[in-house]
């Protein structure tokens, strides 16, 4: 959603599996030197992620109908991610001793 909404791409890879690594190099030489984009897209969440920006929709991303996520917003989004993922408050200067 953020990257979405921002007009970003999303990636997330392993450095472990050359495929990827030239897939990512291929967009982020599109971005920094003019290159051509790459046709790369893994949208599935359950593999490492190449989302090219302005290849998604919000109705994909929420799975809602169009219309329906009229009412998301970035606050919406954040309650769902610390539902699912609980922030821990930590002291930085504790980790240090």
Same mark, same amino acid.
């Given at each position: &959603?953020?990257?979405h909404t921002n007009g970003a791409s999303l990636l997330f890879f392993s450095s472990r599996d050359t495929g990827l #690594?030239?897939?990512t190099k291929e967009l982020l030489s599109h &971005? +920094?030197?003019g290159t051509s984009e790459g046709k790369?897209?893994?949208q599935? &969440?359950?593999k490492p992620l190449i989302i090219?920006? +302005?290849s998604d929709s919000l109705n994909f #991303?929420? +799975?809602m109908v169009e219309g329906d996520n009229q009412n998301m917003n970035f606050e919406s989004w954040k309650r769902v991610f610390t539902a699912n993922f609980p922030q821990v408050n930590k002291n930085i200067k504790d980790s240090f001793n």
């Open positions: &959603y953020v990257a #690594i030239k897939k &971005y +920094g030197f790369s897209l893994s599935d &969440y359950n090219p920006a +302005g #991303i929420t +799975g």
